[in-house]
């Protein structure tokens, strides 16, 4: 007499590689809400950095220079001996001046833009299907570039001058804010696209 033994099938158990829908519900929300701090602070420091290089580009303290009349100030646009101030003619010895002026204003005009878009960003996250976070980012960036390149060409140009050799000729405060807002500017940007990660989309 034969005995059949039936035996269940062996189980097979799936390994659970699910998440929890209440953490990650959670986490989201800790995500959108860092989003409006970091929103206010890039802008505030978009705003910052349109500041600070706007008195770097309109002030006279670029360079300071010692001559046997007085301490001389210069800035991009004029030179100053004490009060007396002559506004700068255009030649090919202040050439690197009249290159520094334009790279600033373009600079200028991209950080006013990347404001004017962080602005935008408090009322809506996209524009004709475009990131406005991400394009005042771009903008914030590229500002810092520009005036990076003008920094670096105002720099290596007055560090080749006899003056500058002879310790006659130092650097300004307006040369100093100038160096600070590129800073602001990256600030502003690494700000801006932490924002454009914590917004659920």
């Not at 989003?35 to 910052?48: D, F, M, N, T, V």
């Not at 394009?135 to 007055?158: D, E, K, N, Q």
């Not at 800073?183 to 700000?191: A, D, E, F, K």
Request: charge should be positive.
């Amino acid at each position: 007499m034969t005995l059949i033994f039936f035996l269940p099938p062996p189980s097979r158990e799936i390994p659970s590689t699910t998440v929890s829908l209440t953490s990650v519900t959670s986490l989201e929300i800790n995500l959108s809400f860092l989003s409006q701090p970091l929103k206010i602070s890039s802008g505030i420091c978009s705003a910052g950095s349109l500041l600070l290089e706007y008195m770097s580009l309109s002030t006279s303290y670029w360079v300071l220079e010692t001559t046997h009349r007085g301490m001389v100030y210069s800035g991009l646009w004029n030179i100053c001996l004490e009060s007396k101030c002559n506004l700068y003619q255009f030649n090919l010895l202040a050439l690197h001046i009249h290159v520094t002026r334009a790279f600033l204003l373009m600079a200028l005009f991209c950080g006013f833009i990347g404001l004017l878009f962080s602005c935008i960003s408090f009322e809506r996250n996209k524009l004709y299907d475009v990131s406005v976070i991400k394009t005042a980012a771009i903008f914030s960036f590229s500002a810092g570039f520009l005036v990076l390149v003008a920094m670096s060409l105002f720099t290596a140009i007055l560090r080749r001058s006899p003056g500058y050799a002879q310790r006659l000729v130092v650097f300004g405060t307006s040369f100093s804010l100038g160096w600070a807002s590129i800073l602001m500017y990256i600030v502003t940007g690494i700000l801006l696209l932490l924002t454009e990660k914590t917004i659920i989309s």
